[in-house]
């Protein structure tokens, strides 16, 4: 149906000027797992054929016109993620192993190949109730350590266990959320996905539990025996009365310090069960380039749709 095929087009374009924002185009089957709507195989072909002259295709990536020097871009930058994913997920399953700490999946660029020169590796963290600044805490102890080989580790956002649920739905958060590779805590990372399903709304084709770091997130049996082993030993002495007066100075110290710097407040949450730390303001600068991008894509849009009908 012509309404049907213009909705579609709408939905690439949508999903290809997200993408954009982080200079990054899109293979196919990308493509359709981040489409905002539902649509076969084929039917995105088709409306895709129909989009000549806003969309454009080199090298199996798609992309909006007039951007084609993307897709050297997220060339080079797959490349270079590539030598750093397996140093990241070793890091992260580290992280796994440290007190309190039950889940850990790799986030932002290089969850997605798309790393910058001097990107950080990002991590989410879920850990154990009433432990969240604890395990933040000997999160950033180790990172002490990777600092000596060039690695800075970024715990940015880490949840307990009783908040799994992302407190903003948006497509931002929602993009972030399939995009993750887990690697540690993988019953947790299912919880986090189920409590989570209104990812649907926004990308409904997206498999939320991707596969690309399932063969990476089950060390050798005997290993894992000794890191439950470590953890055990140094969480025993920090589950009581001496683990809460911890957690309770290191919560008071820390959110006094984050709350006289710049950035605080509109994307920053800290409490006693969230420590996220986005003192850029990365959500806000993705939905204002994205909005203007759109709006500037509707335009275009609107002018096609006859074009769109024919063709369909």
Known sequence: MPSASLSLARAILEALAYSDIFDYPLRFDELHRYLPAHANADELSA???SLRGQVEQQDGFYY???RDEIVNIRQQREARSRKLLPIALRYGRILGSLPFIRMVALTGSLAVLNVTK???FDYMLVAAKGRVWTARAFALLF???TRLFGHTLCPNLIVSESALEWPLHDLYSARELIQMIPI???????DVMEVNSWVAEFVPQSSLCDSRAKTATNPRGALRGVATTIKRFFEFPLRGKLGDHFESWEMTRKIARFSNQPGFGEETI????VCQGNFHHHRKWA??????KMD????QYETSKERIREFV
């Open 143 to 145: 990172n002490r350590f």
């Open 184 to 190: 540690a805590g993988m019953d947790v990372y299912r």
């Open 270 to 273: 800290f409490t006693a069960e």
């Open 118 to 120: 001097h990107a950080d």
């Open 287 to 292: 939905r204002d380039v994205f909005q203007d």
């Open 47 to 49: 409306v895709l054929d």
């Open 296 to 299: 500037a894509l509707t335009r």
């Open 64 to 66: 909006l016109t007039g």
